[in-house]
């Protein structure tokens, strides 16, 4: 059985998650609507790994004994000057996620439920990978320039990694992936 702090802190998580996806999901169609095919296609897939994120608390949080609580969502900002700005604005959020993972992280062990601090171990590794991620395309971005040749192969780039990205969350059985 779940203490009632891990049972708040890990909806608090599922919110987050959940509202990471709209996020994404937003920049998205910003992306597809101002000629970033890649980008755009990059950022949807990159919507559905969140909601597995989200998916895969709800399920812990359940077979726990707890009560996964799915919130309210307030709406993502949609405004943005160029596709570094998205970019920065996704590392960023990345950042402030992974510094709740880590005070998620801390609530677990504060509440001796070990077993949950185990299984965070996988958020804390993805958010390295994440952020990782994250800045290497806006070092691709920077390294484009903002000609319209660069952009346009860094654009095919995107749709490559996205290919990569859907492969992989197929292969970790996508959103059906309980544990
Ligand atoms: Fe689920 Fe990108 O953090």
């Given at each position: 059985?779940?203490?009632?702090?891990?049972?708040?802190?890990?909806?608090?998580?599922?919110?987050?998650?959940?509202?990471?996806?709209?996020?994404?999901?937003?920049?998205?169609?910003?992306?597809?609507?101002?000629g970033?095919?890649?980008?755009?296609?990059?950022?949807?897939?990159?919507?559905?790994?969140?909601?597995?994120?989200?998916?895969?608390?709800?399920?812990?949080?359940?077979?726990?004994?707890?009560?996964?609580?799915?919130?309210?969502?307030?709406?993502?900002?949609?405004?943005?000057?160029?596709?570094?700005?998205?970019?920065?604005?996704?590392?960023?959020?990345?950042?402030?996620?992974?510094?709740?993972?880590?005070d998620?992280?801390?609530?677990?062990?504060?509440?001796?439920?070990?077993?949950?601090?185990?299984?965070?171990?996988?958020?804390?590794?993805?958010?390295?990978?994440?952020?990782?991620?994250?800045?290497?395309?806006?070092?691709?971005?920077?390294?484009?320039?903002?000609?319209?040749?660069?952009?346009?192969?860094?654009d095919?780039?995107?749709?490559?990694m996205?290919?990569?990205?859907?492969?992989s969350?197929?292969?970790?059985?996508?959103?059906?992936?309980?544990?």
């Open positions: 059985m779940i203490t009632k702090n891990v049972e708040k802190a890990i909806n608090e998580q599922i919110l987050r998650e959940e509202h990471s996806s709209r996020i994404y999901l937003a920049m998205a169609s910003w992306a597809e609507r101002n970033f095919p890649g980008a755009a296609n990059w950022l949807y897939a990159q919507t559905e790994e969140e909601r597995i994120h989200m998916l895969k608390l709800v399920h812990y949080l359940n077979d726990r004994g707890g009560a996964a609580v799915i919130p309210a969502l307030e709406a993502p900002g949609a405004a943005f000057k160029s596709l570094s700005d998205v970019f920065q604005q996704v590392l960023k959020h990345e950042e402030f996620i992974s510094a709740s993972i880590n998620l992280y801390s609530v677990c062990i504060k509440e001796k439920d070990f077993t949950s601090a185990n299984y965070l171990q996988w958020y804390i590794t993805e958010q390295i990978e994440e952020e990782s991620t994250v800045r290497s395309i806006l070092d691709q971005i920077k390294l484009a320039g903002p000609d319209k040749g660069g952009m346009f192969m860094m095919k780039e995107f749709s490559v996205a290919t990569a990205k859907r492969a969350l197929a292969q970790s059985g996508g959103a059906n992936a309980v544990t």
